[in-house]
């Protein structure tokens, strides 16, 4: 179970104000201050979450700007992760089609199958722009790596690439 702070952050505050206010938002993250921004987004958390427990610190949150396939992005990290559902990262994706501007993807720690603790499973999930629905697209890569951030841009980037026709040999 995730920490209130995160569950907050991740599944309503930051999905909510690329949805609400897309350029608006997109600008931001994009912008040399972003770290900022989040920070008081993380902080805001913390309040909306009201729990009793004490504020995580936003250490290690940050937002960089990145390219998944042909389409622009921002990979947004988090700090440290510890429970099960909480996201190591974000990816917010500029789609030019579809019913929103954005899709929003979460690289989020998962529950061993084995029934272990190991710490290493991730699973990506989508928040869906029209609801308050998550759609979870299969297993993410190990986590965490130093390459963590690439091997889920392109895992994202395998979800968003139209599938290409079968096309028979015809020397078959």
Same mark, same amino acid.
């Not at 949150?61 to 996201?87: D, R, W, Y």
């Not at 890569?141 to 599938?163: C, K, M, N, Q």
């Given at each position: 179970?995730?920490?209130?702070?995160? %569950?907050?952050?991740? @599944?309503?505050?930051? +999905?909510?104000?690329?949805?609400?206010?897309?350029?608006?938002? =997109?600008?931001?993250?994009?912008? +040399?201050?972003?770290? *900022? =921004?989040?920070?008081?987004?993380? #902080?805001?958390?913390?309040?909306? $979450? *009201?729990?009793? $427990? $004490?504020? !995580?610190?936003?250490?290690?949150?940050?937002?960089? @700007?990145?390219?998944?396939?042909? %389409?622009?992005?921002?990979?947004?990290? /988090?700090?440290?992760?510890?429970?099960?559902?909480?996201? =190591?990262?974000?990816?917010?994706?500029?789609?030019?089609?579809?019913? #929103? +501007?954005?899709?929003?993807?979460?690289?989020?720690?998962?529950?061993?199958?084995?029934?272990?603790?190991?710490?290493?499973?991730?699973? !990506?999930?989508?928040? @869906?722009?029209? $609801?308050?629905?998550?759609?979870? %697209?299969?297993?993410?890569?190990?986590?965490?790596?130093?390459?963590?951030?690439?091997? /889920?841009?392109?895992?994202?980037?395998? !979800?968003? #690439?139209?599938?290409?026709?079968? !096309? +028979? *040999?015809?020397?078959?």
């Amino acid at each position: 179970m995730p920490r209130p702070q995160f %569950h907050e952050f991740a @599944q309503y505050l930051l +999905p909510e104000e690329a949805l609400l206010a897309p350029e608006a938002t =997109w600008d931001t993250l994009r912008a +040399p201050a972003s770290g *900022n =921004w989040l920070a008081e987004l993380w #902080a805001q958390a913390h309040r909306y $979450a *009201n729990t009793p $427990a $004490a504020p !995580i610190p936003a250490t290690g949150l940050l937002a960089e @700007q990145s390219i998944v396939g042909t %389409h622009e992005a921002v990979l947004i990290e /988090f700090p440290a992760v510890e429970q099960v559902g909480e996201p =190591w990262l974000a990816l917010l994706v500029r789609t030019p089609t579809g019913t #929103a +501007p954005f899709r929003y993807f979460l690289l989020e720690a998962a529950p061993d199958p084995a029934g272990g603790a190991d710490g290493q499973r991730s699973v !990506i999930v989508e928040r @869906q722009a029209d $609801a308050d629905v998550r759609r979870t %697209h299969g297993a993410g890569p190990d986590a965490p790596s130093a390459t963590l951030g690439a091997r /889920f841009i392109v895992a994202v980037a395998r !979800i968003l #690439a139209p599938e290409r026709p079968h !096309i +028979p *040999n015809p020397a078959a």
